[in-house]
């Protein structure tokens, strides 16, 4: 009936189907303007990631705005009038910029210590570097000297120094998030009502909407810092660095793979095709089939609003090579219906290559769904949408399919059958290396097996962000630059809470009326209680805990400060009575940015902010973070529950930390899923196991090579081995389907194992071949991940390859699943075409 209706639908009325197809196709290809690319720095954290929760907490708190950091080794010496010339020029550029809120450089620090300041000139001018008789000696001095600019303004060579470019706050987009963070939380709780599920929607399209506009203005802002840096690049080397940069150059990156891989996929995929069946047609109509089913999913894309990432950015170009695999087995079969049947029409011929293949096709098509489905168990957002996009995308690619290609066909003419004996398929070969040494094939696929587990014990998840990327790339480069010269790249807060007992104030000795009447302060003013000696000697132990560990670089907190103010002090710490007067006399704008950033007298809490050594080969998150804990419980005398680590490096290692899991999720479910769809096609289990096992060794080999080169687990990896089952569970499924069909013939399993490797063995060689070569492109990238993403992807589907053509047909033969068989005659049965 289904094959019927689609005859008068579809084959009967052939221009009428490609223009409605045409139509739909047009109205998503309409929306293909409002598709978006996302490079934010949520696509690096977990979904729903608590520490998300506390870290955005914190953030409002202590205040956050994004900066960019400039970095500067001019030639000659920096500090010299020439020197500070070619900086001041660069700074007073970058001031003229109208997306710029402020740029900080070493000419703006004020100078304590050259010649020193005392405590009480702290409320006078003071000098910087662009004040007239200032000794260069003794600032550059101070640079080295002073925590709060050593090593993080100036590099301990004296050599390059940072310009920090402060981009504007949005208080609207900041107000949004905190709103929908607010939204969420409630909802997570089931705690919303129906007027909130409403403006948790609004509020998050709002959201969503202000991010683009900031993406895009600061992704305007970053190429307009590039214009100035490369008009001084003759003063010196300039990199430049911070999220923003990132996140635009990441942008360019999707762009860029989106357009090379989606190029590079067709012209392989044309010259393959080509060289596969020698015929236009057999080219352009695969090739409409591609552009049709992209366009409307880029379409689709837009119309809801669905962002592709850096790791979805390969949508497009695995969406091409599975249409393809899809419109080979069609090609394949149809042709082969054309050398047996001579006198069979056109529209006989289509009709009935589509009744063999549409239901082989859709189990792969449901297979490969499956396997990408099995993303979404992950909780990291980019590859859940991933997982989702590629779903809905090979649904489409199944439908246009079977419906481009069979209706354009009807346009052409019956194609000639090929000369008899023009072709012996290469798969042959393997049929013949099978029958010779089929036992060996097991016992070599078992020694493989053990190999992979061996090597799969030994994978790993750290991974250092730097290597994401190439080294002639300026992410890589500005990365290691401010991560050896100026303090370390990833930000890492240590936020501790204080019990209230601790904060309660003492009294003080009521003497020196004239500085300090305690009898008269208000409660707005008891904040000064809360700098005391013992806290502070408490904190600073910590901080230069936290400065000694190899793995940090710059450490600020309330203790840089203080050090300073000893400093001032000639060498002599504060004590308490003197401390509440510092703190009461203090100017507000020394307070706003020495004290405000690492104290929350309201919270009870002080913070540390490093930043830690993306560059360290050594390099292990969850050790140093497990480090950094133990010192404080056992040491340091804190609770656990006091201690709270927070900013990048744990969002970005909590992500890491979950892809183990993730892994063993997605392979489980994937397997779970086929093994499910192996049972309803095949309706045995004993062929569902032994359908499984060829897509086993395949991933398992994957996985192990990955740990035996000491290539970690990341976003992208962790998708390479449910991809590799869900594309090469394909051709175990068209083998096995059309093994079960040949062997009613005459029950001789040998013979059977010659004629579907004659037949279906080149459809499955052939959209193997397309596969591999359309994964070969992805190396192309800028983003090392997309490189071992396209590398062992195409490894695993050779592999699924040899596994289809010696290990499965050794197990059916071997194995008997389909019954008794007759008397083996090798070939038999079997004529080259």
Known sequence: MLIDLYDRLILKRPLATLLVLAIVTGIFAGAIHRFKLDASADSLVLENDHALRYYRKTTAHYGSRDYLIITFTPHGNLFS????????????????????????????????????????????????????????????????????????????????????????????????????????????????????????KAVSQGYRKRSTELMIQQRLDVAAIREIMDRHRDHGTLFLGGVPMIVSDMVSYIRNDLLVFGV????????????????????????????????????????????????????????????????????????????????ADQRTLIREAVRLKAIPCLYTTLTTIAAFGSLTVSSIRPVMDFGMMMSLGLFASYLISFILLPAGAMLLKRERPAPAGSSSPLTLWFAAFTEAHGI??????????????????????????????????????????????????????????????????????????????????????????????????????????????????????????????????????????????????????????????????????????????ESDKNLAREALLGKIRAFLIEKMAFQPEQIHLTNMLVLYNNMLQSLFRSQIMTLGLVFFGILIMFLVLFRSLYIAVIAIIPNLLPAAMVLGSMGWLGIPLDMMTITIAAITIGIGVDNTIHYIHRFKKEFKTDRDYMACLYRCHGSIGRAMFYTSLTIIAGFSILTASNFIPTIYFGLFTGFGMFTALLAALTLLPQLLVTLKPLGPGAVSSSSKGFTPQ
Not at 146 to 153: D, E, H, Q, S, V
């Open 81 to 200: 009038q020439s020197g500070l010339g070619k900086l001041k020029r660069i700074r007073d550029d970058l001031k003229q910029l109208k997306g710029i809120d402020s740029v900080t450089t070493i000419l703006d620090a004020p100078l304590l210590f050259s010649p020193l300041v005392s405590l009480g000139g702290m409320h006078g001018e003071i000098r910087t570097l662009e004040t007239p008789g200032v000794d260069f000696s003794l600032a550059r001095q101070e640079f080295q000297e002073n925590p709060i600019y050593a090593g993080r303004l100036v590099s301990r060579d004296n050599r390059t120094t940072a310009l920090l470019v402060n981009l504007p706050l949005d208080l609207e987009n900041q107000e949004l998030l905190r709103r929908r963070t607010q939204l969420r939380e409630k909802k997570d709780n089931a705690q919303l009502t129906a007027k909130e599920v409403t403006e948790l």
């Open 440 to 613: 060996k094939v097991l016992w070599f696929s078992i020694l493989l097996g053990l190999l992979s587990a061996m090597g799969i014990s030994r994978l790993v998840v750290e991974n250092r962000f730097i290597d994401y990327f190439r080294e002639s790339t300026e992410i890589y480069q500005g990365l290691v630059t401010i991560d050896r010269e100026l303090g370390g790249t990833t930000p890492l807060d240590l936020i501790i809470d204080f019990k209230q007992e601790e904060l309660e104030p003492n009294a003080y000795d009521a003497g020196d009326d004239d500085l300090l009447d305690l009898e008269e302060e208000d409660d707005k003013d008891s904040a000064k209680y809360w700098f005391k000696s013992f806290r502070l000697e408490r904190l600073e132990k910590v901080h230069d805990f936290l400065a000694g560990l190899p793995e940090t670089g710059n450490v600020l907190s309330i203790v840089t400060f203080m050090k300073v103010v000893t400093r001032l002090n000639g060498g002599v710490p504060l004590d308490d009575y003197e401390l509440a007067i510092m703190y009461d006399k203090i100017p507000g704008e020394i307070k706003e940015m020495l004290i405000s950033p690492y104290v929350s007298v309201e919270h009870n809490q002080v913070r540390i902010a490093m930043r830690v050594r």
């Open 264 to 343: 590079g996929v067709l012209l392989f995929i044309i010259i393959t095709m080509w060289m596969i069946f020698r015929s236009v047609r057999w080219v352009i109509l695969p090739l409409f089939c591609c552009f049709a089913a992209i366009l409307t999913m880029m379409g689709f894309l837009g119309m809801v609003d669905w962002r592709v990432t850096v790791i979805s950015s390969n949508f497009i170009s695995l969406m091409i090579i599975i249409t393809i695999s899809m419109t080979v087995h069609l090609v394949v079969r149809y042709r082969e219906l054309c050398n047996n049947d001579e006198q």
